[in-house]
């Protein structure tokens, strides 16, 4: 695939190759940071086979997991016994068995409202950062975990919708979603999602093909301006790329 701006596209044979290629990037993060390392987490389910590897002798040993404190990007607002809540999914695969507690930051969802659980959110990520404004200089995470959505949208920000242009909050409400599931959301916002070292997509399968024609084609999607101020990575598998980017 061509380089298509300074953004990284990355293409892989299968979603074996993906996940592994993941875990590779992941590690490399983890290992180039010999202080505290914040990752955050997307859900979906392409990150799925990732959280599996990460589980395997041969990643979680690597990983110390002392230092490293795990965040997600957005949630869906359901209680965490609910199968749709994103990191009760990465919990269930991976968190609960090797992370300490307290390195896990799950958006509460046993609030009022989206708005009042996003608020508390970027009480913690604030608390976690140690200041109330993002410096350029110093990213709050390592790595960004991100996917996209049918109609273009990354985390939980959806196009045309007001969380795609703001700019102050850290974490947002979203009170109906533009695809399924249709349950409110929060969502970190693209400010926040870009104060990492490495942005990295995961873009799987025949489903992908139809999404990634627009994302290559430039259309100004969620997902297209979903930019890290670090680098940004797209891993995309030879399934979800349309037949026009093949073999380039
Ligand atoms: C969510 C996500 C969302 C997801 C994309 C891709 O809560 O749904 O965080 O942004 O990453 O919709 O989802 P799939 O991996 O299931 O295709």
Redesign the pocket.
Known sequence: MAARDHRQWINVADTGALAKAAAGRLLARVEANAARIAICL??????KQLYALLATKAYRDKIPWDRVHWFI??E?FVPPADLLN?MAMARRIFLDAYAPPSNIHPIPTDTGSPDESAERYARELKSFYGADRLDQGRPLFDLVL????PDG????IFPGYPALSETERWVVGVPKAN?EPFVP?VTLTLPVLASCREMLFEVAGPDKRGIMTRVLGGERLPANRARSNGETVWLVDKAALPETFRGE
Request: without cysteine; positive net charge.
């Open positions: 997307t859900g979906g389910s392409s990150p990007g957005d869906r994103n991100m996917g996209v959505g949208h990354t985390a939980s695809v959301r």
